[in-house]
């Protein structure tokens, strides 16, 4: 389909949609949602917020049973922005910096509150000319002795703002211990004005602290549902995809029927049993209405629990791709996005022999200001699957993400240096005042020439140049991929693999295997681009270290199989704790197959295919009834493999190998010193399992479409679902999307419909997940990386529908 028929059909769209015409269901299913993109001129402005559906809207909404004052005093914020000194961060990153901080506190005498589960205060941010405000709360309490069910206190929980007006706020702390609670703070970070249009000053008027005693507070850890929950997943099902939701084994022999009841009529549309089943992390109630499959918008009703209303649909996940899309858009980066932002960091540089090159443009990376080359990349190269699975059946979204695409690319190729540098990365937490040569200017941009880095921009570049019409970008696409590719595979060749040095950048913890993979599959691309044979000979030559690195023989007591070790060495596993890529091995290898076919090297890495595929579904039953794929199987003596294991684990404490061990207690011994474990093996800030799970939801989508494996396709789709709220605390992590969405921590850009965060992480060293009510880093910062993820399974998802 050309572009330009896509903008005709983007036309005649609009102009139905904005005479209220049926069209408008070509946009999205949700017609409320249509208008809005319409309205934002296709996203070319933000999204607005819907805060009537949020986790927050329906915990306000609970009964105070009892409320008690803290103080009657008003606590002020104040601060001013103008005549501000240079911002400095600590030495090894001196840009990683704010211009200060405005707090105020409230000391207790040592109180206990354990007869009360939230705190309640109101606050009035008055900063003229500002789009985004916020403060922080920090609870304190003299933790002697850790008491049982409860966790100490830790970290600051970002409350997210109306400029302007009296915000009222809560924060539920069930879970704190607050045995002997010793001092409340508040503050809010100076981080410059974001836009011209804010003032020099700011103020926040915080008043009416208090905590209260409310029923039923919402449950932060464990594998089971809430009591009065249905966990289900909040975007809707696929109209004729597996359907599941899944109720507390508690209601056993209470509840045994629930119903389909139609949102708009009340009628009940069919009824089903609950089927109560036990696995590895307990009893639950299983409501499974598969066999439903007529489109409409229903709730779930069983006993005295329902839902909220969802759809059932072919398109369900259409809604989800604008909001995300949405997200993407409000984190660019040297453009003015309305509402969040003006045109940032245009006094942001990179400096290499002599030359500065800006360093304004793609997205920022999460709720900072941080900027990774790589990343931009990579989350363009996910547009541009979302482009291509969408043109047919929806050109307005595929238009609307080829060019969030272009914003990302021209960024890349912007900040290629030449032979082989780029810049690279900027850790980032304050506005700039966009005047080159002014005392706010950075010029300490990364720069490296990474042969890995390469590899994978040049696969990126030519699967755009493949995509995108014939123009200047599509020749300048095609030239870097071989220009990036040369220079890497050169490299490679003299050096070998690279030392990865920064830590911060999201390729430090790339295996061996992962590296042989992302070679072969930039190449495949190059030969898919080009037609030269020599790329499909390195292809072909780079996949072979790839398959001595898979495990083929079975292990364990349910024969595990499929799985592939970091390196040849065979002494740890291919894992990921934050970041993943872990779907380019199965690409590369499908990959093969597509330009190789017919030979021997098609048939072993179609082999290799099956037996990954296998290997994931070999999995599943650890984390039933949910749909989650665990993290996989572990070696109990992994942490032997030092380079590896510190490749993994950033950071890792003192005690990281008698922590490594406690953690694989916590999973599922599977026979012949191995383990299985839900949740990765972490131990520092970075972890959340969004960007994770997704990426092995990607892989088990990219085995489905070449195997023709429904059940594969379906473990894929069960990782959005899981997003949305099919998960143990029916939560939607995406903002907007479905009900019952909680708010991210956005620091720097404030609350965007869309975002998706770092995600649910697990408590201490157990395996079950844990999504606490503190808003805070990591796990609930809002993240570019989990965005792409998403935008990319659900894309292989459309594109097997297609070619079923």
Partial sequence: ???????????????????????????????????????????????????????????????????????????????????????????????YAIYGRASASVDIPCENWEGYNRIAFSVFPDYPGAGVVNVNLVFNNDTKEQRDGYIAPTGAHLVNLQNGRRNDCILEIDDLQRDRVTRIDFYTDIKGPADVTAGDSASYRIANLRVERVPDPDKTRGWQPGASTIAHSNSGYAADGTKTAIIAGSHKGKIKNFSLVDAATGAIAATFPVKYASTTTGTYGILDFSDFTEPGTFRIVAGNLATEPFPLSDRVWDNSLWRVLNFIYCMRCGDAVDGIHGRCHTDLFSSHEGRFTPFAGGWHDAGDLSQQTLQTSEVANALIEGYLANRDTNPALAARMLEEAKWGLRFVLANRLGNGYHASSMGLLHWTDGIVGSFDDISTVRVQNKAYDNFLYAAHEAAAASAVANGPLRTGLRQAAVEDFDFALDKFRKEGFDTFTQPYEHTYSTSNSLYYATISLAAAQLYRLTGEKRYADIAIEMIEPVL????????????????????????SLVHSIHQSREHIIPQALVAICDIAPGGDISSRCRRAVELYGDYLKTLMYATAPYAMIPSGIYREDEYLDDHGFRQLHLFPPSDATERFSTQLAGGIPVGDGWTLKRFPVWFNVFNGNTAVHLDMGKSAAICARHLGDTALMDIAEGQLRWTVGENPFNQSLIYGEGSNYPSLDNFSSGEITGAIPVGIRTHGDTDEPFWPEINNACYKEVWLTSAGKWISLASELKSFSKNE
Wanted: glycine share 6%.
């Fill in 548 to 571: 001595a690195c898979q495990h083929t023989e079975p292990i364990g007591k349910l024969g595990f199989r499929g799985f592939f070790y970091r390196d040849s060495s065979r002494r």
């Fill in 1 to 95: 389909m050309s572009q330009r028929y896509i903008a005709l059909s983007l036309f005649f769209l609009l102009s139905a949609v904005f005479r209220g015409g049926a069209a408008s269901a070509d946009l999205c299913p949700d017609s409320v949602l249509a208008r809005q993109i319409v309205e934002s001129s296709m996203l070319h402005s933000p999204l607005p917020l819907d805060f009537e559906r949020s986790t927050a809207s329906r915990q306000a909404a609970k009964t105070v049973e009892a409320s008690k004052l803290i103080t009657a005093d008003t606590l002020v914020l104040a601060y001013s922005t103008a005549n501000l000194d240079r911002a400095r961060g600590p030495e090894n990153d001196p840009d």
